[in-house]
């Protein structure tokens, strides 16, 4: 492989023309010849700079409003001809071809056309560029003799090695060619998702993600790890921002999401508090302000270190708050600018903005050698087909409360226990494996406020064993999907006590 290819010859077709004009008026400064396409050629000579048209190279106008225009021997045996082998220039000579050094080209803009969702099918077709992979994926072949120019802020690193060596560079061609490969390889799986679009799980997944950054390092100091965003994702924290602070980690990355999620999940304003993706608060309330010590006072022991998300803008009161305690991140929608003066005082604090608060459709999740697709437990409860078996009825204000620990529950890790008061979190038992457990967690944890509290349960209880252990605490409500073979034993159980019992009939795991 050469390590310096000289530029005689260059092909540009953008259909995003940013610094195109500039680039081609430096190549042409520095002796190259420019080939290029329909209204890249128009927009090229229209500055002043002189430029061959593709139609002029194959003796053949562009056919089918511009469908067929680079498909053509003429342009793709000078791309693609192997200048170490003699009878390949031999080849070039007898036609009368001359080689192609570089090849600009960046693509038809199809994952933004599809985006709307109310496009026309034709309009979106008309989107898959043909050509334009064609001769990148030729040029990325040949990167032994020919730069492949993907992106226009690859420009300027062109240019300068062009002043500085007179060519580009061998390690430059292989990254250009590896930008390029991955470049189509992400177009391509965009249209076949699209094409797909009808199917939740098609036979074969395509999706493609981009690097946001490195990583120090994993869950722990010696796993290398990195932060990819999905191609196309603009919710949740593949919008974010960060405005302040030190590098993200990766724990800092999976609980910021698990806070986002919950939070986000609220319409009140709610401000929750998470460690190792579990809650050790959350509160809806008018305010962020008064929602904020109610997620405090849930565990204020564990939420020393923990992530705090918030659905609202962050005010300065609430920012005040926040700083009281030591806090790894904050994530939310906005932050006043009195906010961010009052939290740009701790250094080390990250500061993550998320304009875009929806959440994904599916879940994925790998596991050794493969993924687990899944739709997002998003979907929404309806409470009228609710039961309640037990003599005791809950009024409005004891189901309210219910709804609010049923609505926290589902973003408890299984076996997953949260006892509430009022639309505060006061005891979380997450992560056991046995349910019972995570009741006694969840009461030992809620410092004695488990008397008047209510509860609930992200899977049927299999024994009455859990409620018995939380009707001793003094748990004044229960909400549970049902569903065990033993439902009859813990509905008595709440009965001796006179203690309503709601039954939803759907679960929530999250292992």
Not at 166 to 183: D, E, M, N, P, Q
Request: hydrophobic content about 45%; glycine content about 8%.
């Amino acid at each position: 492989m050469t390590d310096v290819v000289p530029l005689r010859r260059a092909l540009l077709s953008a259909y995003d023309k940013s610094g195109l004009t500039d680039f081609a008026a430096a190549l042409v400064a520095a002796g190259v010849e420019l080939i290029s396409t329909g209204s890249t050629a128009q927009r090229i000579r229209g500055a002043g700079v002189p430029v061959t048209d593709v139609s002029e190279v194959t003796g053949f106008p562009e056919l089918m409003d511009g469908r067929v225009k680079t498909l053509h021997p003429a342009i793709h045996a000078p791309i693609l001809a192997d200048r170490s082998k003699p009878e390949h220039l031999a080849a070039l000579a007898e036609h009368g071809f001359t080689g192609i050094d570089l090849v600009a080209v960046n693509l038809y803009p199809f994952r933004r056309t599809v985006a709307e969702e109310s496009v026309d099918p034709a309009d979106a077709v008309e989107m898959i560029d043909i050509g334009g992979p064609a001769l990148l994926r030729a040029a990325a072949k040949n990167h032994d003799a020919v730069a492949a120019v993907v992106d226009a802020a690859d420009y300027p690193a062109i240019l300068r090695e062009l002043r500085e060596r007179g060519g580009v560079s061998r390690a430059t061609r292989l990254r250009l060619a590896g930008k390029a490969f991955a470049h189509t390889a992400a177009y391509d799986a965009d249209v076949a998702a699209w094409f797909a679009r009808g199917e939740p799980f098609p036979a074969r997944l395509t999706r493609t993600w981009r690097k946001a950054q490195d990583l120090r390092y994993g869950e722990n100091p010696h796993q290398a790890a990195a932060y990819y965003v999905e191609d196309g994702a603009a919710v949740g924290l593949a919008s974010a921002r960060q405005l302040h602070g030190k590098e993200l980690s990766y724990n800092n990355l999976l609980d910021a999401d698990a806070a986002w999620g919950m939070a986000a999940d609220f319409d009140e304003p709610c401000v929750a508090i998470v460690k190792h993706t579990n809650p050790a608060g959350l509160a809806v309330a008018g305010t962020l302000a008064d929602a904020y010590p109610g997620a405090l006072a849930g565990d204020p022991v564990s939420a020393f270190g923990g992530i705090v998300a918030a659905n609202r803008p962050v005010d300065a009161v609430t920012a005040r708050q926040i700083v009281e305690v030591f806090t790894e991140v904050v994530v939310a929608p906005a932050f006043t600018d009195e906010a961010l003066e009052v939290l740009r005082a701790k250094a080390n604090l990250r500061l993550l903005e998320v304009p875009a608060p929806g959440r994904p459709r599916r879940a994925l999740r790998s596991v050794a050698g493969g993924l687990l697709v899944q739709d997002a437990d998003s979907a929404p409860e309806a409470p009228q087909t609710w039961s309640v078996p037990t003599r005791a009825q809950p009024d409005d204000g004891l189901l309210g409360q219910l709804r609010f620990a049923w609505q926290v529950c589902k973003h408890v890790k299984s076996n997953a226990v949260v006892l509430a008061r009022g639309r505060a979190v006061v005891g979380v038992g997450a992560g056991q494996m046995s349910r019972v457990d995570s009741v006694r967690i969840a009461v030992e944890k809620s410092g004695g406020r488990h008397d008047g509290a209510v509860l609930a349960g992200d899977a049927f209880f299999p024994f009455r064993d859990g409620p018995d252990v939380a009707l001793d605490a003094g748990v004044v409500a229960m909400i549970q999907p049902g569903g065990s073979v033993r439902d009859a034993d813990v509905v008595a159980a709440c009965d001796e006590r006179g203690v309503p019992m709601v039954l939803t009939g759907r679960r929530h795991f999250r292992h």
